[in-house]
Antibody
């Protein structure tokens, strides 16, 4: 079964660092880009950035550039989303998703990781 | 940036109804449009890619059409499990993959 499995919910304080993960299985991990999507409570999804697991090249939505970083460890078929200094406004659900081979949709989604940032 | 505007934002309908959701792009995106369904507490689920290609396992009552700047998602006969929020997404403007604001489909 093709799937993306994300790490569990996190509760953090402002200015703390965090890394959440997304492990792919059931397919050739290096063949498909992984993207990250933020969904704030009651709002629509926002695309944050993507990474090519074959060469670790990443690019970002300008709205998130400089605040998050995306990385990958292809040896364990896992992608990461990382913050060095969290803000209360980072409180949201975060999804990883696979970009389809056609590049015309996100065809497989992780179950989501809820991140809560509160003092 | 390419903006996507969905209409309506809220839709109240009954089981068995035919409903149509529209997604308009601020500039042409060819057929680089996808539709997703999201239920509370769940990840979005891909319904349609490339504007009109139904994903495997998605019921045939769902259909998509359009190209350029105007797109539609149609559900031919609403079923109880279809009440959810629907999002369009453009994938033409690499790599800025923007989403519409969503259409919440509620039971009348």
């Amino acid at each position: 079964e093709v799937q993306l499995v994300q790490s569990g919910a996190e509760v953090k304080k402002p200015e703390e660092s965090l890394r959440i993960s997304c492990r792919g299985s059931g397919y050739s991990f290096t063949t498909y880009w992984i993207t990250w999507v933020r969904q704030m409570p009651g709002k629509g999804p926002e695309w944050m950035g993507r990474i090519d697991p074959s060469d670790s090249y990443a690019n970002y939505n300008p709205s998130f550039q400089g605040h998050v970083s995306i990385s990958v460890d292809k040896s364990i078929t896992t992608a990461y989303l990382q913050w060095s200094s969290l803000r209360a406004s980072d409180t949201a659900m975060y999804y990883c998703a696979r970009l389809a081979a056609s590049r015309r949709a996100f065809d497989i989604w992780g179950q989501g990781t809820m991140v809560t940032v509160s003092s | 940036d390419i903006l996507l505007t969905q209409s309506p934002s809220f839709l109240s309908a009954s089981v068995g109804d035919r409903v149509t959701i529209t997604c308009r792009a601020s500039q042409g995106i060819s057929s680089y449009l996808a539709w997703y369904q999201q239920k509370p507490g769940k990840a979005p689920k891909l319904l349609i890619s490339a504007a009109s290609t139904l994903q495997s396992g998605v019921p045939s009552r769902f259909s998509g059409s359009g190209s350029g700047t105007e797109f539609t998602l149609t559900i031919s006969s609403l079923q109880p499990e279809d009440f959810a929020t629907y999002y369009c997404q453009q994938l033409n403007s690499y790599p800025q993959y923007t989403f519409g604001q969503g259409t919440k489909l509620e039971i009348k």
